[in-house]
């Protein structure tokens, strides 16, 4: 039951912002790019980084639930899925990034 509470939870609410996230980064050449989301008119507290934002949130839910959690495991599904395979905070694959996080 506590799964499926979590599953709930992490579909209704996290998976949908971190789709949001990913919808954030341009893909040049079949590539996520990193990116900085500015609004000029409200410096310096409107710079944004979706790549940032979303490989952070990974990596502390890597470290207090575990990747075998079930939102572990679903965000890795997510981020398969959508193809973002090079980590920018540490310059590696979903993979190394896993272990790098633990």
């Known amino acids: 039951?506590?799964?499926?509470?979590?599953?709930?939870?992490?579909?209704?609410?996290?998976?949908?912002?971190i789709e949001w996230l990913i919808?954030?980064?341009?893909?040049i050449d079949g590539k996520f790019q990193y990116v900085f989301v500015v609004d000029k008119g409200n410096l310096p507290e409107s710079v944004r980084e979706p790549n940032y934002a979303m490989e952070d949130f990974v990596r502390r839910m890597i470290k207090s639930l575990g990747v075998e959690s079930v939102i572990c495991k679903e965000l890795f599904t997510v981020l398969s899925e959508k193809k973002y395979d090079y980590f920018y905070d540490g310059n590696c694959d979903l993979e190394d990034f896993i272990n790098r996080s633990k």
């Open 1 to 17: 039951m506590k799964n499926d509470v979590l599953l709930y939870a992490y579909r209704k609410s996290i998976q949908p912002s």
């Open 23 to 27: 919808k954030q980064i341009p893909i």
